[in-house]
């Protein structure tokens, strides 16, 4: 069975500064792992996303998640926030049976 | 693109009444997935299709639900004699074929139980 641990509830930040958003997952087959942001009262939209290759993915509104295999991780990290990325932030893990498990994501605070 | 399409967007009704869901995939995709999402989670999986085949079903998914995609394109959620628990946000993804591909989510539907 696969899961996902998203260690922080909330990560406050403020504007311009760096963030890393950390996720942890369990799995006993190879996993495909994703990044999905969440704005106030929309569905989920999907920022990156690892299938395989090259461990440091970029994905779009300057995003970008590092894979660890030998640390189960997949972290995410912008380096300068902007207001507009206040958004709930969640990890996901599509094992391989096509379902994808979701963690209980991160609320980012962008701070003025 | 169209992008996944979800109606309504809010639905508030009365305990005990019955509600149904519309979810349009986007056009080329064969897989349509509901998940129900509640405040403070992430998403839960509650079944999906290939085509218009039911491959699975959650335990989260009492005999008062249902779900259907009579023709392999839109799909349909019922709930049936809905309860105060079932308040939460419902979002429906589609994904094209082939192997654990990404999925895209609709904006889902609020539904609120007074």
């Known amino acids: 069975a696969q899961s996902v641990t998203q260690l922080d509830s909330q990560v406050p930040v403020f504007e311009e500064a760096p963030v890393e958003l950390r996720c942890n997952y369990s799995?006993?087959?190879?996993?495909?792992l994703f990044w999905y942001v969440q704005y106030p009262n929309q569905g989920l939209q999907l920022l990156l996303k690892y299938l395989s290759g090259s461990t440091l993915v970029k994905g779009i509104n300057g995003f970008e998640a590092e894979f660890n295999k030998s640390q189960t991780s997949f972290h995410l990290r912008k380096p300068s926030v902007h207001i507009s990325d206040t958004a709930e932030y969640f990890c996901a893990v599509n094992g391989r049976d096509d379902k994808i498990i979701f963690g209980k994501g991160t609320r980012l605070h962008i701070l003025p | 693109d169209t992008g996944v399409s979800q109606n309504p967007r809010h639905k508030i009704t009365k305990r005990g009444q019955n509600v149904t869901f519309r979810c349009d995939p986007i056009?080329?995709?064969?897989?349509l997935y509901w998940y129900r999402q509640t405040l403070g989670q992430g998403p839960e999986f509650l079944t999906y299709f290939q085509n218009e085949a039911q491959l699975e079903k959650s335990r989260l998914l009492s005999d008062r639900f249902s779900a259907e995609r009579p023709k392999g394109s839109f799909s349909t959620l019922e709930i049936q004699r809905t309860e105060q628990g079932d308040s939460a946000m419902y979002l429906c993804?589609?994904?094209?074929?082939?192997?654990?591909?990404?999925?895209?989510f609709g904006d889902g539907t609020r539904l609120s139980i007074l």
């Open positions: 993804a589609s994904s094209p074929p082939g192997s654990r591909q990404p999925q895209h």
């Open positions: 056009s080329e995709h064969n897989r």
């Open positions: 799995s006993s087959v190879s996993v495909y």
